[in-house]
C-alpha cells in the first residue's frame, strides 16, 4: 500500500471505520435544524431565480451559471437537512454538508474573481482619468 493510499484509509471522514460521531437530537436541536432546512431551500430557490435573471444577458451568463448550480446544491443540502431531521440519519446530515461544502467552495472561487476583477477595472479606470 502506498502513502497516498494509507493516507485516505485513515481519513477522519470516513466515520464508519474509526471516531464515530453521535448527536443527541433534543426539541431545540430538531427546530434549529428544521428551519435550517427550510431556510436553505428557500435560499436555493432565491438563487437560483437570481442566476436566471443574470443569464438574461450574454455577458453576465458567465456569472449566472456557477450562481445557478450554486442556487441547486444549497436547496439540496436544505432537503438533506430535512431528511436527516425526520430519518435521523446521520449519513443525510453528511450529505447535506457536503452539499453545502460544495456550494461555498463556488461561492468562494466566483467571489475571488469577483474582488480581482474588480481591482482590475479600477485600476484601468484610475489610469485612464490620469491619462485625461
Not at 56 to 67: E, F, N
Not at 82 to 106: F, Q, T, Y
Amino acid at each position: 500500500m502506498n502513502n497516498l493510499e494509507e493516507l485516505y484509509s485513515k481519513s477522519s471522514f470516513d466515520t464508519l471505520k474509526e471516531n464515530p460521531m453521535t448527536v443527541h437530537l433534543d426539541e431545540v436541536f430538531r427546530k434549529k435544524l428544521g428551519f435550517f432546512g427550510t431556510f436553505q431551500q428557500v435560499m436555493g430557490v432565491l438563487v437560483i431565480i437570481y442566476g436566471a435573471l443574470l443569464c438574461v444577458g450574454i455577458l453576465t451568463a458567465i456569472v449566472g451559471v456557477p450562481v445557478i448550480l450554486i442556487g441547486i446544491k444549497v436547496f439540496k443540502s436544505g432537503g438533506a437537512c430535512k431528511d436527516a431531521l425526520v430519518n435521523s440519519s446521520g449519513e443525510d446530515l453528511k450529505r447535506g454538508l457536503c452539499e453545502l461544502s460544495d456550494a461555498s467552495k463556488i461561492y468562494l472561487v466566483l467571489l475571488i474573481i469577483g474582488i480581482v476583477v474588480s481591482v482590475i477595472l479600477c485600476i484601468f479606470f484610475m489610469a485612464a482619468m490620469i491619462a485625461a
